[in-house]
């Protein structure tokens, strides 16, 4: 099963850029499909980004033109930048992994856009 940790998160103003990184260990990172997940306070764990294993992309809505999730193979990587944050995307954001079924969480990182 992969491990994975999540760093990048920071307090930026409205506006501002972040890029988020979550590094994979443990098994074959090509092989998983990764997401980018949020949670804000009060609410539910959603979707942000997804990219699988082959580099199909997908977005939340709220998010599209914004956001671009991005995997590097050769560094177990997987990125998202985040461009033109507003103060709603403030959350806590979670890397996932899943082959087959399986999936792994990391620890999260904190994301605050306020002025």
């Known amino acids: 099963q992969v491990q994975l940790v999540e760093s990048g998160g920071g307090l930026v103003q409205p506006g501002g850029s972040l890029r988020l990184s979550c590094a994979a260990s443990?098994?074959?990172?090509?092989?998983?499909?990764m997401g980018w997940y949020r949670q804000a306070p009060g609410k539910q764990r959603e979707l942000v980004a997804a990219?699988?294993?082959?580099?199909?992309?997908n977005y939340a809505d709220s998010v599209k033109g914004r956001f671009t999730i991005s995997r590097d193979n050769a560094k177990n990587t997987v990125y998202l930048q985040m461009n033109s944050l507003k103060p709603e995307d403030t959350a806590v954001y979670y890397c996932?992994?899943?082959?087959?079924?399986?999936?792994?969480w990391g620890q999260g990182t904190q994301v605050t856009v306020s002025s």
């Open positions: 443990g098994s074959i990172f090509s092989r998983y499909d």
């Open positions: 990219i699988t294993s082959s580099g199909n992309t």
């Open positions: 996932y992994a899943n082959r087959g079924g399986l999936g792994s």
